[in-house]
């Protein structure tokens, strides 16, 4: 399973991008798309049109909840890496990745490489 952190989902919805291209890869090859709800909340944030929400909800085949699992293993992420102010939800997404052993791609490599000395794995 990929999960799709929610920039990468949100240049994943424009045709043409790396990362549509990366997606349709993933898709064809058979891998399953997946995100956190809590990254899901994110993309329905906007701004996103209908035939690209549409389109995100046919993509992503699993919307993980976030539970009390997930929050006791994202506040253990939040604490190991310094307490970052504005870094919470990434911990959040981080948590859901780590508990479904999921790969994690993102475009925002900077704020998700500090969570694989706890085991994320990060798609290349």
């Given at each position: 399973?990929?999960?799709?952190?929610?920039?990468?989902?949100?240049?994943?919805?424009?045709?043409?991008?790396?990362?549509?291209?990366?997606?349709?890869?993933?898709?064809?090859?058979?891998?399953?798309?997946?995100?956190?709800?809590?990254?899901?909340?994110?993309?329905?944030?906007?701004?996103?049109?209908?035939?690209?929400?549409?389109?995100?909800?046919?993509?992503?085949?699993?919307?993980?909840?976030?539970?009390?699992?997930?929050?006791?293993?994202?506040?253990h992420l939040f604490n190991g890496t310094g307490r970052r102010r504005g870094s919470l939800a990434d911990c959040m997404i981080a948590a859901t990745a780590l508990g479904e052993e999921a790969v994690l791609a993102t475009d925002n490599t900077a704020?998700?490489?500090?969570?694989?000395?706890?085991?994320?794995?990060?798609?290349?």
């Amino acid at each position: 399973m990929i999960h799709l952190d929610t920039g990468f989902l949100i240049r994943g919805l424009v045709p043409g991008t790396a990362q549509d291209r990366q997606i349709r890869r993933w898709l064809v090859s058979g891998e399953s798309l997946g995100m956190s709800a809590i990254a899901w909340t994110e993309l329905l944030c906007g701004p996103l049109n209908d035939e690209q929400r549409d389109l995100a909800t046919r993509l992503i085949s699993s919307r993980l909840p976030f539970g009390e699992r997930e929050g006791a293993v994202a506040a253990h992420l939040f604490n190991g890496t310094g307490r970052r102010r504005g870094s919470l939800a990434d911990c959040m997404i981080a948590a859901t990745a780590l508990g479904e052993e999921a790969v994690l791609a993102t475009d925002n490599t900077a704020d998700f490489r500090r969570f694989e000395t706890f085991g994320l794995r990060l798609a290349s």
